[in-house]
């Protein structure tokens, strides 16, 4: 545990040890705070390390942290993927092409040549 004269400035949101005093360098409006006697700077700070170290402040730097580990997560299809586009897509009525290219498209199909225009960019982008 860090003695209550040393205050750790750090932008990490968790991950955080109970018990010492934290700081967000973020916010930090270069004035040292009374009473400290060693500073800890975790990542590129350099304002607060110099205005410490003006104040004759025994300043430490850390490298930020990275994640020890990493997880694969499985890409399944969805979305635009899994919508099934007929061959005979083209002799559809108009509503039933705006409700498949409404499965298309982020962008609103308001006639019939909008539906079969994002009919045939998912066919293009598919293919």
Not at 2 to 21: E, H, N, W
């Amino acid at each position: 545990m860090q003695p209550k004269d040393t205050v750790i400035y750090t932008a990490q949101k968790s991950g955080l040890k109970k018990g010492p005093r934290y700081a967000n360098p973020r916010f930090f409006d270069g004035k040292p705070k009374r009473g400290v006697k060693k500073v800890v700077v975790v990542g590129d700070w350099p304002a607060v390390v110099d205005a410490y170290e003006a104040a004759g402040v025994e300043v430490v730097t850390e490298e930020t942290p990275r994640p020890k580990t990493f997880t694969e997560a499985r890409v399944e299809k969805s979305g635009r993927d899994v919508v099934e586009i007929p061959d005979d897509w083209q002799e559809m009525s108009w509503q039933d092409k705006r409700k498949l290219a409404a499965q298309l498209s982020d962008v609103p199909v308001i006639n019939s040549a909008g539906a079969d225009a994002a009919i045939m960019a998912e066919l293009d982008r598919r293919a």
